[in-house]
């Protein structure tokens, strides 16, 4: 009666599982309730990630580091790094940062979490988003897209949403072509660390 579910299908519906159900259900939550949600969801998909790993799908050089190009990577992602500063600098005094973004986190919790954001947004969904589409494009775009949806359980913030979409565009885009969560992870730490600690 119903014909075989492809693999094209299962990621699909893992990605709206892992990714898209802690987005619906923490947004009717306050901030504090809404890390309760989004934990559970996190170990399940590192879980997800060790797994993927140990079957050979998530690689070391093809998703966590391209060692034969690694110069090259550090470039690019410093050049992405440094044109994001030198925009958000020009931009700071018509930046409507909130009140939640600009305290002061310890350095160490800063690169703890982008780490762990990198780690589930480029490491697990690109090569998942690889899985169903074919298009560098629409996978950077829908990576993008669901790095930004997270942040909208955070207190509303338009500032924060376009400044989540536009990295993670770039972000999505770098990783694709060069994989490096340990590059794309100082990238992340640098920005927030500024926005966090400057602004």
Do not use: C
């Not at 014909?3 to 901030?31: A, C, D, H, M, Y």
């Not at 966590?64 to 005094?93: N, R």
């Not at 930004?148 to 072509?177: D, R």
Request: aromatic share 22%.
């Amino acid at each position: 009666m119903f014909s075989k579910i492809t693999t094209t299908q299962k990621t699909v519906f893992e990605i709206i599982f892992l990714l898209g159900l802690p987005i619906v259900i923490g947004s009717f939550l306050n901030l504090q309730t809404s890390n309760f949600v989004i934990f559970p969801f996190a170990i399940l998909i590192m879980l997800r990630i060790f797994q993927l790993y140990r079957r050979g799908i998530i690689t070391k050089e093809d998703d966590f580091q391209e060692s034969k190009h690694i110069i090259k990577s550090f470039g690019v992602y410093s050049i992405f790094t440094v044109f994001a500063l030198l925009v958000i600098f020009s931009i700071k005094d018509f930046l409507d940062l909130p009140y939640w973004l600009v305290n002061d986190e310890p350095w160490l919790f800063i690169l703890l979490h982008a780490f762990l954001q990198e780690l589930i947004y480029r490491t697990y969904l690109i090569n998942r988003l690889k899985i169903i589409f074919n298009n560098t494009f629409i996978i950077t775009f829908f990576g993008a897209f669901v790095f930004a949806g997270i942040h909208l359980l955070l207190p509303f913030s338009l500032t924060v949403i376009i400044l989540t979409f536009i990295s993670g565009f770039f972000w999505s885009f770098i990783y694709q072509k060069y994989p490096s969560l340990v590059f794309v992870t100082i990238s992340h730490f640098l920005l927030n660390w500024v926005l966090i600690s400057w602004f």
